[in-house]
């Protein structure tokens, strides 16, 4: 997006880049901020208020003040987007290239588990995870079946955070390399296991639990403690209980 121009030069150039396949709306400042610490290409960052947006950055992000005050530009957001973050900002960055995500992924070894979720259907649900993975250094997020984990309320919900660790869909077949740890209530219980730091963790959907196919796959089950008649912990939780296992202090 150009320097210069005026607010209506600006929402034009917004408007032309936001039909770009390869973009992704970043909606607020923190997720703005996130993109921005973890290297995000950043093509267009636009606010009503460009000053209160320099302002915030000087306030809770000092270290990308700078990158923040040279991109972002005034243009009248109710014009350009459907929802309005309350922090007055949105940008849109660059997808990361699906094919380099799929070979970091696949390197080894590896020295954090990667979670896999087998057809979610929440779509803020795989948002929360993925900023679950980012604060735990996971290597990654991976999801199989028809949600694409880039999909923007899924980015939204991620707040930027998809920029911290690799996210992306894969199948059956292109299922990263590890050894396959599923969480099932028939599992054994977590409290007794060591989970590598080159595991898969496989969560199941909200509600159907982990497919036949992929049970099938794996190397181990695993339960989370859990009061009896207690029908199951949220996705986002039961990842959280599972890394936090993992990592526990080596992973802050």
Not at 13 to 41: C, I, M, N, P, S
Not at 50 to 75: C, I, Q, T
Not at 90 to 107: I, M, Q, S
Not at 219 to 247: C, E, I, K
């Amino acid at each position: 997006m150009s320097e210069h121009g005026s607010p209506d030069d600006i929402a034009r150039q917004w408007r032309e880049a936001a039909g770009r396949e390869d973009l992704v709306l970043l909606d607020g400042f923190h997720a703005l901020k996130h993109a921005l610490r973890f290297g995000a290409d950043i093509q267009a960052v636009v606010a009503d208020d460009p000053a209160s947006v320099r302002a915030l950055a000087a306030e809770l992000a000092p270290d990308v003040e700078g990158d923040v005050g040279r991109l972002v530009r005034k243009a009248e957001l109710r014009t350009l987007l459907t929802r309005v973050h309350p922090t007055g900002v949105a940008a849109l960055a660059v997808r990361p290239d699906p094919a380099e995500g799929r070979a970091r992924l696949e390197r080894m070894p590896r020295t954090a588990p990667i979670v896999v979720l087998d057809n979610p259907r929440n779509l803020g649900n795989v948002g929360a995870v993925v900023r679950l993975a980012a604060g735990f250094g996971a290597t990654g997020v991976v999801t199989r079946g028809d949600l694409d984990p880039w999909h923007p309320n899924v980015v939204r919900a991620g707040a930027g955070l998809h920029y911290a660790t690799t996210v992306e869909h894969i199948t059956l077949e292109t299922l990263p390399a590890g050894p396959l740890y599923a969480l099932d209530p028939e599992g054994d219980d977590i409290r007794a296991l060591t989970l590598p730091d080159d595991a898969l963790l496989a969560f199941g959907s909200e509600r159907h639990g982990i497919s036949p196919e992929l049970r099938a796959r794996a190397d181990h089950l695993v339960s989370l403690p859990m009061r009896p008649q207690v029908s199951s912990y949220n996705l986002a939780t039961s990842v959280a209980m599972t890394l936090f296992h993992w990592g526990g202090p080596k992973a802050c």
